[in-house]
């Protein structure tokens, strides 16, 4: 029997740094400002609208869901009190929670979930487009009554998992008139959630305060939450040490400052609350290019990449290597290490590349590429330089174009101005949710992490949407074992590296990562330790 890796040994000694009995027996404190790491501006904070960890770590405290997740990772009733489906997956009728008021005044009733499923989820949502292709209608037959309708079988456990992230309601009477897209709610959001709204202060904060009407009695605990923007990784850890930032989410620290901070006393650096937000780290190939349309191509890049000796040298405990798209976590849909590969191989690279036509030139290099790195993370940066150096080993020379959140939004999934891209797949509970859209094709330009590739693949597509539409479990199961065979043959994009997010608490903060997807949940239950 062997011992526990780095990485196990650090997250098995972050994950009980603070015994959860301990904590549930304090009394909470009403009061005080918590003040959160924003590393990346977003275009907008509307979770009805875009799916991401940066705009739920804002809006997911303002607007709400129909459901979150329990401390088991089980769905729990938010907005819904209560669910039931038709055997055939047809017909899924949500019942709603009574009394409870928009930040403005104006009733929840099901006119707004009608709304934002039919306008916004179906239609502009970047991973609600494919989940809800086969939504019919939502019918309202009262107030408190939601009954969604399919074409197509909807698998109960399915639409549950993904109602946490992709299940956000807006206020029809704000969003009905006018262009969803250009709405000022989208900056300024109006929700049902603990915290309303009060400035968006670009380059410096975001400031939410108590909601006095809020429908959870005596809730939420803390008088404002303040957002400040420091995209200085550095300037933020020296901001947690000097408390100005009690919580810095989704690994946005530095990975040096992530494990030293771990280190003192007064923080908790920990996977702890981020299990249901597994990610993967990407590289994109943009098929409009013709050299990366060959697949000989795509696969010579993967074999010029050393991941292994990446993650040892530059993620160390914090990652390990990935097998395709389903990350090992999934108990559900993991279909096993044994899928298509690529390996660290060097002399295969080069005989592919030259397979292909491309023989070295002047200088050694064979052709250049562009390579767009998401502002998401440091190992996104690292991972971006790493494939620069080890691609000029092959004779690939890569020009790294480094941009800020909204222009690496546009210029990837709008103008598809790009050669190569990498950024982080999140895998949300199901492929369903939010992996298979990356692969699909007939996403809408512009929706952010889906397939924006100019890479369609039919027989993939039918899979996609098999599997998406079987209730039977183990049916899923096989096809999503089809899926992921397919895609790792094809190669349209590269998941090769496996992480959870890292948070560093503060410890003053109580009922910190108490859910699987604590820092996009709503806190209503957090408070502060004086």
Do not use: C
Not at 38 to 45: G, K, S, Y
Not at 91 to 109: E, N, Q, S, Y
Not at 338 to 346: A, H, I, L, S
């Amino acid at each position: 029997m062997t011992g526990p890796t780095r990485r196990e040994t650090f997250l098995l000694g972050a994950a009980t740094m603070i015994p959860a009995t301990a904590m549930a027996q304090e009394t909470p404190r009403r009061g005080g400002v918590l003040t959160v790491h924003f590393a990346t501006e977003q275009r907008i904070l509307n979770p009805s609208l875009q799916a991401s960890t940066g705009v739920y770590i804002v809006g997911g405290k303002i607007q709400e869901a129909l459901l979150d997740l329990d401390a088991q990772g089980n769905p729990v009733g938010v907005l819904a009190e209560s669910w039931e489906s038709a055997p055939d997956g047809l017909t899924h009728t949500f019942r709603l929670r009574r009394g409870v008021t928009w930040h403005d005044g104006k009733p929840f009733t099901s006119a707004d979930v009608q709304f934002t499923a039919m306008e916004m989820w179906k239609k502009i949502l970047n991973y609600g487009t494919t989940l809800q292709q086969f939504l019919e209608a939502v019918e309202t037959p009262d107030a408190h009554t939601a009954v969604f309708r399919y074409s197509r079988p909807m698998p109960q456990g399915l639409l549950l998992r993904a109602m946490p992230d992709l299940g956000y309601i807006s206020p029809k009477h704000v969003f009905e008139t006018g262009d969803i897209r250009q709405n000022p709610a989208n900056t300024a959001p109006i929700g049902t959630g603990p915290f309303k709204f009060v400035q968006y202060e670009r380059g410096q904060h975001i400031i939410a305060e108590r909601n006095p009407n809020y429908w959870r009695n005596n809730m939420p605990y803390l008088d404002r939450i303040v957002w400040r923007v420091v995209g200085d990784r550095a300037a933020a850890a020296a901001q947690m040490e000097s408390g100005q930032l009690l919580f810095s989410p989704y690994s946005a620290l530095s990975i040096a400052d992530m494990q030293r901070l771990g280190r003192d006393p007064r923080f908790e650096s920990t996977t702890r609350g981020n299990e249901g937000n597994v990610r993967t780290n990407t590289l994109e190939f943009n098929f409009r290019n013709p050299i990366l349309a060959d697949i000989r191509v795509r696969k010579a890049i993967a074999h010029s990449l050393n991941v292994p000796f990446f993650i040892e040298n530059f993620l160390g405990p914090f990652a390990k290597p990935g097998t395709g798209p389903i990350p090992s976590v999934s108990t559900d849909y993991y279909p096993g290490a044994g899928m298509p590969q690529y390996g660290f191989d060097v002399a295969l690279a080069n005989r592919l590349l030259d397979e292909a036509g491309h023989r070295r030139g002047a200088g050694g290099v064979r052709f250049n590429l562009r390579l767009n790195p998401a502002p998401w993370g440091e190992d996104i940066a690292l991972w971006a330089t790493f494939i620069q150096q080890s691609l000029s080993q092959v004779g690939i020379r890569v020009e790294v174009v480094r941009l800020d959140a909204a222009g690496f939004l546009r210029t990837v999934y709008n103008d598809w101005n790009f050669d190569l891209a990498s950024g982080w797949h999140q895998y949300r509970s199901d492929p369903a949710v939010s992996t298979t859209v990356w692969y699909r094709s007939g996403s809408p330009r512009g929706a952010p992490w889906t397939n924006q590739w100019g890479w369609t693949d039919p027989t993939i597509d039918g899979i996609i949407d098999n599997a998406a539409t079987e209730v039977d479990p183990e049916k899923r199961k096989a096809l999503y074992a089809d899926f992921v065979r397919s895609v790792q043959t094809e190669l349209p994009l590269w998941m090769p590296i496996e992480q959870i997010f890292v948070s560093v608490f503060n410890r003053r903060i109580r009922n910190a990562g108490n859910n699987p997807r604590w820092a996009s949940s709503s806190w209503h239950d957090t408070w502060l330790a004086s």
